[in-house]
């Protein structure tokens, strides 16, 4: 059962939409520990107006993630678009913590605003731990589980503009993540032909959503 879709939504074509959601669901559903398999159907939801669905997604999205920040935004606003006040108030404040825990100032200053449209009071930042010396880099992924501990790449894993960028921003472990792992799924799982536009098109894009990318425009 889906949820009820926003009439002044407009979405791309109905054709297109539905074929990419019948295939991260498809995705999510064949292995459900993805969790971008589960993130960009929830995207691809609320894209569709299904925020009730889209919820599911999410909610899964953060068992397997709890420290994705962007998540609990999207989260939060199908709450608000469900008329879910005080649930979407009680998501966007954790999320706003573990936003500022994490320094991921987008999605921390996007949720203070939403919770200061809905009323409610926005969390006060919290003096920072001496959890111990690191390694003195710090991973920009939106989800990323190793704090501290996050190591840089050797070097740029690419030789392109985008390689530099995950050289500079993200940790070896994450990389690895997606290279040895998310990767293949999205390539096998969408029945990618990366000697195609279309097919390095699509694995590059979901490659920069995974990495946090895209909302900061990345090039497509």
């Known amino acids: 059962m889906t949820g009820s879709k926003d009439p002044t939504h407009k979405a791309r074509p109905m054709s297109q939409l ?17 969790e971008l398999g589960h993130f960009r159907l929830g995207q691809l939801l609320m894209e ?25 935004q999207l989260l939060g606003e199908c709450y608000v678009k469900l008329g879910q006040r ?49 390694t003195g880099f710090r991973c920009q992924r939106p989800g990323c589980m190793e704090g501290k501990r996050a190591k840089q790449l050797p070097g740029p894993p690419v030789p392109d503009e985008i390689g530099e960028r995950i050289y500079r921003d993200i940790c070896a472990a994450c990389w690895t993540l997606w290279f040895r792992d998310l990767s293949i799924k999205v390539i096998n799982e969408l029945r990618l032909d990366l000697s195609s536009e279309f097919g390095q098109a699509e694995y590059d894009r979901h490659m920069r959503e995974f990495f946090g990318f895209e909302e900061e425009g990345a090039a497509t």
């Open 48 to 72: 569709d107006g299904q925020h009730a669905e889209a919820v599911k997604s999410f909610e899964r999205t953060l068992e397997l993630s709890p420290q994705f920040s962007k998540v609990y």
């Open 18 to 34: 539905a074929e990419r959601i019948a295939q991260f669901r498809k995705m999510a559903t064949d292995d459900p520990d993805n």
């Open 86 to 134: 005080d649930k979407a108030v009680e998501v966007l404040t954790r999320g706003w913590q573990t936003a500022d825990e994490r320094g991921d100032k987008m999605p921390r200053d996007a949720m203070a605003k939403m919770l200061t449209e809905l009323g409610a009071p926005v969390p006060q930042p919290k003096a920072a731990a001496d959890e111990g010396p690191g």
